[in-house]
Every structure is written in C-alpha cells, then in structure tokens.
Antibody, heavy 122, light 106 residues
Framework: EVQLVDSGGGLVQPGRSLRLSCAAS????????MHWVRQAPGKGLEWVSG????????DYADSVEGRFTISRDNAKNSLYLQMNSLRAEDTALYYC???????????????WGQGTLVTVSS | SYELTQPPSVSVSPGQTATVTCSGD??????ASWYQQRPGQSPVLVIY???KRPSGIPERFSGSNSGTTATLTIGGTQAMDEADYYC?????????FGGGTKLTVL
C-alpha cells in the first residue's frame, strides 16, 4: 500500500524559511516523479512543484519560482520542499503527491499524503 | 496563464446522475484528471486520462473530454459522493487545477 507522510509544517514569520518533508513507502520511490500541491484555508488545490525520478527535471509554479526548492533523496525514499522568503499568501496545507510516471509533466496524482499545515504570520 | 473553470456547486438527488463540468481553452486536446476531496480529507484520484478509473473507484464514476469541456459523471449518486471535485490538466510544464465544484447530494 502506498503511504506518503508529510511533515515539517508550522507557524513561521514572513520572510523566514521552512523545510517540508514527505516520507514515502509501499512503492519503488525512484520509479516515479513526485509533486507538492497546496491548499489555502477554504480554497482550492494549487500545484506548487514537481521533480522527476532522477531530479533532472524540476518545475515550479510561477507563484513560488525563485523562493521554493524541491528535492528528493531516493536512498531515503524522501521528498523535500525548502521554502524561503515566505509570505502570508503561502499559508496553506501542503500535500505531497505521487506522480504517475517518471517525468514531471502529463502525470496524474495517484496518491496523496495527509498534508502538513504551514502558517505564515507575524 | 491557463485556466480551468468549474461551476462552484452542483446539487443532485440520491440515485440520480450528477454532472460536473470543467472548461478550458482546447481542453479536449489535453488529458484531464479528476479528484474527489471529502471534508477534512486528502484528495483522491477518481478519473485519469479523461475516462479511466483507478482500481477501487466505483463504476458509477465516468469521464469524457472533448472540445473545450471535460465532464465528470456520477451515475446513481450516493450520499458518500458528497464532496468537492477538482479537474486538472497540464499546460506545458505546469499542472493546473480547476477551482473545484462542491457536489451536494440532497
């Protein structure tokens, strides 16, 4: 059974940094692209970033480009999101999601973590 | 930037057919996926590549995509189908979600 466990969220001041983690199990992690998707309170889903199986291809939403960095450690079956220069509008529940293929694009998201809440506020 | 438009809400009586639409420029030339999100839960994939169902998703869920509109159809809607539904497609290297549709079964 695929399991994705998100962690690392919390309350952080504007301009500060936070690192999210996603621990994966139940599938061959390095066979699949992985993604982060967020959901602001009471709002819809927003794709944040995706990374290919071998970390060669990385894509970001315009809203986070230059501030967020996605990475993965296939030896540890883990996905990460380094978030810098955080803003109030980054406040959201952040989900790790498994892609359907090795590359980032044209995936569907077939498994999701439980989400980790990031609150950016002074 | 590419946009997908969904109706904010759809209502259906139990046992009837629910239809949720998703509109976007030349959407029929892309693959659409659909996700169900029940209150307080993570999203669940219910349709991918326009009309395919993942294992474990009931047959009453079906999808289509043509022209500018993708459609999620739920036949014989049950109370447990009450949830938010999101369509999703790819625009170049970015995934795009629709704004979501709240399906009410009453």
């Amino acid at each position: 059974e695929v399991q994705l466990v998100d962690s690392g969220g919390g309350l952080v001041q504007p301009g500060r940094s936070l690192r999210l983690s996603c621990a994966a199990s139940g599938f061959t992690f390095d066979d699949y692209a992985m993604h982060w998707v967020r959901q602001a309170p009471g709002k819809g889903l927003e794709w944040v970033s995706g990374i290919s199986w071998n970390s060669v291809t990385i894509d970001y939403a315009d809203s986070v480009e230059g501030r967020f960095t996605i990475s993965r450690d296939n030896a540890k079956n883990s996905l990460y999101l380094q978030m810098n220069s955080l803003r109030a509008e980054d406040t959201a529940l952040y989900y790790c999601a498994k892609g359907s293929g090795t590359v980032t694009t044209l995936n569907w998201f077939d498994s999701w973590g439980q989400g980790t809440l990031v609150t950016v506020s002074s | 930037s590419y946009e997908l438009t969904q109706p904010p809400s759809v209502s259906v009586s139990p046992g009837q057919t629910a239809t949720v639409t998703c509109s976007g420029d030349k959407l029929g030339e892309k693959y659409a996926s659909w996700y169900q999100q029940r209150p307080g839960q993570s999203p669940v994939l219910v349709i991918y590549q326009d009309k395919k169902r993942p294992s474990g998703i009931p047959e009453r869920f079906s999808g289509s995509n043509s022209g500018t509109t993708a459609t999620l159809t739920i036949g014989g809607t049950q109370a447990m189908d009450e949830a938010d539904y999101y369509c999703q497609a790819w625009d170049s290297s970015s995934a795009v979600f629709g704004g979501g549709t709240k399906l009410t079964v009453l």
